[in-house]
């Protein structure tokens, strides 16, 4: 039979276990962009919102994992409109590369174009990957302007 501390630590254990995981797994209220690519550089991309903060739930470029999980700072939703023709485009700097996410429609002429992007630059190094079939975007839902 457990002591009184024994059942504390027992309940306090199962707490802060249950607390771990649920925090792990409430780091996305909305999958904002979502972006795979093999050419011209491979790239899996993951951006989610939670609350006003967004944060890049995986991001690995070139076969290289880089840095998740930390809110993004200076972060920055702008919207292009004209007839027929929209874009939406989220900027923020993450481990010093400005790193632009696009969304682009246009129905200007047959067939209708779509087109997810994601564009990497750091100094003079400029990447623009174009995402495959399973992109999924949700860039037209945030409001345009700045997030900290």
Do not use: W
Not at 13 to 30: I, P
């Amino acid at each position: 039979m457990l002591s009184h501390k024994g059942i504390k630590a027992v309940l306090l254990g199962t707490v802060l276990l249950t607390s771990t995981a649920c925090s792990a797994n409430t780091g996305c209220d909305v999958e904002v962009f979502r972006c795979k690519s093999d050419t011209p550089k491979p790239i899996t991309l993951t951006l989610c919102k939670l609350n006003n903060t967004f944060s890049l739930q995986q991001f690995m470029f070139d076969g290289t994992a880089l840095d998740t999980g930390k809110p993004l700072t200076a972060v920055t939703k702008d919207s292009y409109h004209r007839f027929k023709v929209d874009e939406h485009s989220l900027t923020f700097v993450h481990n010093g590369q400005q790193i632009v996410l696009s969304e682009y429609f246009s129905a200007e002429f047959e067939p209708y174009v779509k087109t997810l992007s994601v564009t990497l630059q750091q100094g003079d190094t400029k990447h623009y990957v174009e995402c495959d079939e399973s992109a999924q975007s949700q860039l037209k839902t945030i409001k345009n302007g700045s997030y900290n």
